[in-house]
């Protein structure tokens, strides 16, 4: 029943899970509203049934006095802010019915009170309970070796370097490589997909996966809040206490009920000289359901998707997804697997493939794209040596590198960078290089093209069902790249996309969302991070895909764990379902208020009536949001 800022009501919560003493207030609570409870029971069944009123009405006052403490100090809080809250308006009632000498009421309305807190608070633990698991599943201890000898110690403690031992079934406790041994792993907690992955000597494993068998040593990289499963863990804290801006709105709505609800009780006792129609009034409203309804709402949305492996940085951003219209898909990563091979090389003139393979590979060695890594690969593959990395190579966005090698320049990269770099196209080559319907690189070296390298990638074919799924819910689909037309063409018609934008430079990716949105469109960008942060900044929503990745981390609003499109669809589903929520949340209140308050003042409810509707109402509203946790 507090109508006070659910955000702090969340923040107290967390607080509270903190110190050992929460089973004892916890306690005290159930105490105090069982007690409560008792007593307005006898009270009421003395003052209506037998019309004793002594000794109950002192016993009512005590109890009033002494139960109701947590709801004066709230008000007096309040108060001290300048704030109206639902506290205010139910201490008004209680010393209201007191000075009214209806003691049986004002205690009824006390146990109301207490009620209805209990349920609320009982709601948002349920509501986070998700990301306390979470919280909880963090590794606190780690069996370490250090001078050979093994000892269990406090993660804090652990430093890069040290090795950890990691026995079947316990939890890993680091980010690290796998040294020794080998294991089946499930990273259920950071991709929330309960899969187990052979893992082994070499292997990246990460802290909160769990060993499901086998023995292995891992070399520490990152410890505690650095690793994968600790950003994670503060995204999602920071989430919660992140105020979306449906919250502001909902909290406005419940100061102005309470307000409402005080001035024509105002009213009615003027109007109506009947102090019980107005103290009925009072007791009527209830902005609760609207206060604690919101944020649990959004609270249950993004602990349900952390659980799923889709970590929501924000309520904004459920309520932003909710109206998304757009969904703009990066290609490259995306809607590709994002980790293409070489699958042919083509040598032009006098040069020989490795000749071609080696210097794309020179010029690749530092960058990042997939491009880049799947002929560096390919390079390794074959034993191609290289020099020394002492030259540098500088990354042309959208486009490819440049190195040098011998005192000539080498370019890599597509026909733009070529044209930029006016590099020479030997007789015949246009002819092979169009013909392709590969993502082509092409390969310069002193000025001349002397090759190129095709190179395919795989289409996630489960992105179709996620495509269809989008539109099925009229949410229009597009991708963009930077690939050529053919191969996007080609990938689009596979997963069902039907508007492509191709061959386009970063800020041309841009300029597309940019418009969209000056259109009016709420556009959700989904990107692998590496190139699109700009993009995925500008969107409504970022949506961040290889949750591995920093980048994706940082910049995305949501970030998918998993690579797997259908997960958008999902949110966007669960985020209209929780909009909704909250919408019904705020008409049914006010409709219910409206309708108590225009009775009340009518003379047809009595205080205990409209207590009883109040809590009602209040309680049906928590629960429909409550019903999003499941
Ligand atoms: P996408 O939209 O597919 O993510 P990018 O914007 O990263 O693509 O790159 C667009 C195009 O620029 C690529 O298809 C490729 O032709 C070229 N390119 C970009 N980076 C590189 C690189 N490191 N090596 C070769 N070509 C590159
Ligand atoms: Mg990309």
């Known amino acids: 029943m507090q109508g006070k800022s659910s955000n702090e009501n969340l923040s107290e919560h967390r607080k509270e899970d903190s110190e050992p003493e929460q089973k004892e207030s916890n306690a005290i609570e159930i105490t105090r509203l069982v007690l409560v409870g008792i007593v307005a029971t006898l009270s009421g069944i003395a003052t209506y049934e ?23 100090k709230e008000t007096i809080l309040s108060l001290r802010h300048g704030r109206i809250n639902m506290e205010v308006s139910m201490a008004v009632a209680i010393v209201a019915s007191l000075l009214l000498r209806q003691f049986a009421v004002s205690v009824l309305i006390t146990f109301f009170v207490l009620l209805s807190e209990y349920i609320e608070e009982y ?62 792993i499930n990273q259920a907690a950071i991709t929330g997909e309960s899969q187990r992955f052979e893992k082994n000597a070499g292997d990246m494993v990460y802290a909160g996966s769990i060993n499901e068998s086998g023995l292995i040593e891992i070399r520490t990289e990152k410890v505690g809040s650095e690793t994968l499963f600790g950003k994670i863990i503060k995204l999602v804290e920071e989430a919660e206490n992140k105020r979306a801006p449906v919250q502001k709105i909902s909290d406005r709505l419940a100061t102005y ?89 083509t040598n032009f003139g006098d040069n020989t493939k490795e000749n071609v393979l080696k210097y794309a590979a020179l ?8 491009l880049a890594r799947a002929i560096t690969n390919k390079a390794t593959e074959l034993g191609i040596n290289l020099p020394d990395a002492s030259t540098s190579s500088s990354y042309l966005p959208g486009k490819g590198m440049i190195s040098e ?10 026909n733009l960078l070529m044209i930029e770099k006016s590099v020479r196209f030997p007789k015949g080559s ?15 070296y002193g000025g001349q093209v002397c090759g190129m390298i095709s190179v395919s990638d795989v289409v996630r074919l489960e992105s179709k069902r996620a495509i269809s799924d989008l539109k099925k819910m009229r949410i229009r689909t597009i991708m963009l790249t930077g690939d050529n037309e053919r191969v996007a063409q080609a990938v689009a018609n596979q997963v069902g996309i039907e508007e492509v934008h191709a061959e386009l430079l970063p800020d041309q990716k841009l300029l597309i969302i ?39 981390i940082e910049e995305a609003d949501i970030v998918l764990m998993t690579n797997d499109l259908q997960k958008i669809a999902d949110v966007a589903k669960l985020s209209k379902k929780a909009y909704r929520t909250i919408m019904v949340n705020f008409f049914g209140t006010v409709s219910i208020d409206g309708l108590g308050v225009g009775l009340a003042f009518l003379g047809f409810l009595n205080p205990l009536l409209a207590a009883g509707i109040h809590v009602t109402s209040e309680l049906i509203f928590i629960l429909n949001s409550a019903r999003l946790i499941r």
């Open 50 to 72: 037998y019309h004793i009123l002594f000794p109950f009405d002192y016993v009512a006052i005590i109890t009033v006095l002494l139960g109701g403490y947590p709801v004066f």
């Open 123 to 184: 709601a948002v633990d349920k509501g986070r309970q998700t990301i306390v698991l979470l919280e909880k599943s963090a590794p606190k201890r780690a069996l370490v070796r250090r001078n050979g000898s093994e000892a269990e110690l406090d993660i804090r403690s652990i430093q890069p370097n040290d090795i950890v031992i990691v026995r079947d079934g316990d939890r890993i406790p680091v980010d690290g490589t796998i040294v020794v041994g080998s294991a089946f």
């Open 257 to 345: 009920l309470v307000e409402f609800a005080i001035g024509f009780a105002a009213l009615t006792f003027l109007l109506t000289q009947n102090s019980i129609s107005a103290l009925s009034v009072v007791v009527v409203a209830g902005a609760c359901g609207v206060a604690a309804g919101t944020p649990l709402a959004l609270v249950a949305i993004m602990g349900k998707s952390a659980k799923k492996g889709v970590i929501i940085k924000g309520g904004a951003y459920v309520e932003e997804m909710s109206r998304v219209d757009t969904v703009v898909i990066d290609k490259t990563g995306t809607l590709t697997f994002g980790d293409p091979v070489v699958t042919e090389i």
């Open 363 to 370: 010029a690749e060695r530092h960058s990042n794209h997939p």
């Open 405 to 414: 090698q011998d005192g000539e320049e080498i370019v890599v990269g597509n």
């Open 430 to 444: 246009e002819r092979i290089v169009s013909g392709k319907e590969k993502s082509i690189v092409l390969v310069a």
């Open 514 to 552: 940019e418009d969209l949105v000056a259109k009016g469109h709420k556009v959700a960008m989904v990107g692998d991070g590496i190139n699109d942060a700009p993009a995925l900044a500008r969107a409504n929503v970022g949506i961040g895909m290889g949750g591995g990745t920093d980048v994706a």
